[in-house]
């Protein structure tokens, strides 16, 4: 070994501290990570705490209510997102026919369309008193009882709701699986005489496999953590039943056993993909070239065009054109002096939010690091604990809050009604405070992610040279690291500030007295079935979200390895 070499090894055990020595830096991290941690520990908690009478009560009328819908509801979007997203992503990847580069980008226009929106819409243009009934009755001079009409507002209308929304989640990883193939592995199977079928179950789609249930997964937490459809389908799942329970039947304890037995769902969809695949590996083979699409006929040109077209129809321009012509319709009443306070507060809070989110995640990130060496094993632990609150649903993250924070709020208040004889009042649980420790434990780990994917890019070297041009420390981080990774810190950032514009559960509960977003008015509004005043702040929501959508399609079209210049285009 050479002396250099010899010398660096020993400039990093100084740098980096004696081994098994504990540093209070990561001591502080460890502490950070179990802050984020709380609510879930406290949802846990509490599946040991007696609650009475009421458990009892829940187990033999609602519970299996709210498991069998739970349970149906899964099952229906999980098939929805997977014929949708999965058979369009082959169809735009692998296949040419006319409008393929358009529906590349906009088929995930949908996932801008929160659910509960899209909800609200079609129950406005489908129930038994929207224009669509209402024309089929003057036309053809029927009554209530001369024709059905498949309810909008019901199990299956639900399912449809979401899958149109959220088949985006499982579209996008499985393009990004399919633009990654390598092409070697489908010309093998196209000299072995399998044509593009074929091709498709038995090779596409098994190397796709891992990418396409994580996004089925991702869609299925987004379900099981709604609210605002589900309580306005009047569908009973374990969500409202969270709600109702804590706020209707003042029982925080029978509310964090729901909340538990909904957490297990979610852990077990994110522990599902890993038992299932066990040992197995999914490898691609390294060449990499443009990809040679199957050229098909008229008639299947046509039906692929169709395919495509009507998922984004459905789930995003019909929903969007109607909303657009209630708000022109109603914009004297809609876009006033309170419309134009809830468009300031939602930005607002979702910039606070979105920079808390990301400054957490540098710190996480770059507080786990050392030159020259990745994460050890302790660090990884620690990120994955930190970010384990994006499984966890709104409502859930509500109950595992409010409680230690109620606690907290009323010690203090009785230590000074004791001591001093001054009431505090609330200093946490509804606060702003309280409603920004949600945000962050709700989406660090689109942050971590992102953060984490950026800073990966950043090499040792780039660290040496730094440390020999006398830039250690923040400033290295400030002066070296920021301007790489400004594409990933802003793409963060992005992403945060529109899901925490969508968030509609959380907000709603752990909202101070008197604040209110675009989504809260919204949801407001269309339960009092004033669904044509909704359309100006759900319209308002749809529109901040295109913008990370575009920045999602066009990331995907350029990831594929071993492209050129000429190759991008044609993606």
Request: glycine residues 8%; hydrophobic residues 55%; positive net charge.
């Amino acid at each position: 070994m050479s002396v250099v070499q010899i010398e660096n090894r020993q400039d990093l055990r100084r740098r980096d501290g004696p081994r098994g020595r504990f540093p209070a830096m990561m001591l502080g991290l460890f502490i950070l990570t179990l802050i984020l941690a709380l609510p879930v520990l406290v949802v846990f908690g509490y599946v040991f705490v007696p609650a009475g009478d009421i458990w009892a009560h829940l187990a033999s009328t609602v519970l299996p209510v709210y498991l069998t819908n739970t349970v149906f509801l899964a099952l229906g979007v999980t098939v929805l997102v997977l014929l949708i997203g999965v058979g369009t992503a082959w169809l735009v990847t692998m296949c040419d026919f006319p409008g393929r580069r358009i529906f590349s980008w906009a088929l995930f226009l949908p996932l801008a369309m929160p659910a509960y929106i899209i909800a609200y819409t079609y129950t406005g243009m489908f129930d038994f008193a929207g224009p669509v009934q209402t024309a089929l009755r003057d036309a053809f001079g029927w009554t209530r009882a001369d024709y059905w009409f498949p309810p909008i507002r019901s199990l299956g209308g639900a399912i449809l709701m979401f899958g149109l929304v959220l088949y985006p989640y499982v579209y996008l990883v499985s393009r990004a699986a399919f633009v990654d193939q390598s092409i070697a592995a489908l010309e093998v199977g196209r000299t072995l005489g399998r044509g593009p079928w074929r091709s498709f179950l038995t090779i596409a789609l098994p190397l796709a496999r891992p990418a396409i249930v994580t996004g089925v997964a991702l869609a299925l937490m987004e379900t099981l953590s709604d609210f605002g459809a589900v309580q306005y389908f009047a569908i009973d799942t374990f969500t409202t039943g969270i709600y109702r329970t804590w706020l209707g039947l003042g029982e925080p304890a029978a509310a964090a056993q729901l909340a538990a037995i909904l957490m297990v769902f979610v852990f077990a969809l994110i522990l599902l993909e890993r038992l299932n695949r066990g040992r197995r590996k999914f490898h691609h083979t390294g060449r990499y070239q443009p990809i040679s699409r199957y050229q098909m006929r008229a008639g299947r040109q046509f039906l692929a065009f169709v395919a495509c077209l009507l998922p984004i129809f459905l789930g995003f321009l019909l929903p969007t054109g109607w909303l657009l012509k209630d708000s022109i319709l109603h914009s004297s009443s809609a876009f006033n002096a309170g419309f134009s306070r809830l468009v300031i507060s939602s930005v607002t809070v979702s910039l606070v939010a979105a920079g808390l989110s990301l400054l957490v995640a540098l710190v996480l990130i770059y507080g786990t690091r050392r030159e020259s060496r990745a994460p050890g094993r302790m660090e990884q632990i620690s990120l994955r604990i930190a970010a384990m609150g994006y499984a966890v649903p709104g409502p859930v993250l509500a109950v595992g809050i409010m409680l230690p924070f109620g606690f907290i709020d009323n010690s203090i208040d009785h230590w000074m009604r004791s001591a001093f004889g001054i009431s505090t009042g609330l200093l946490l649980s509804g606060t702003m405070t309280a409603l920004f420790f949600a945000y962050i434990v709700r989406f660090l780990a689109i942050s971590l992610n992102t953060v984490e994917a950026g800073a990966d890019r950043v090499t040792p070297n780039m660290d040496r040279a730094a440390r020999t041009l006398g830039v250690t420390g923040l400033a290295k981080m400030l002066r070296v690291h920021i301007p790489l990774v400004s594409g990933s810190l802003m793409t963060a950032v992005l992403l945060v500030f529109v899901d925490v514009m969508k968030e509609l559960p959380a907000t709603l509960v752990m909202r101070p007295f008197g604040f209110e977003t675009l989504a809260i008015r919204a949801y407001e509004l269309a339960i009092d079935e004033r669904l044509s005043d909704a359309a100006a702040p759900s319209l308002a929501i749809v529109v901040v979200g295109i913008l990370p959508v575009i920045i999602l399609s066009r990331a995907i079209a350029r990831s594929r390895p071993g492209r050129n210049k000429s190759a991008n285009s044609r993606l």
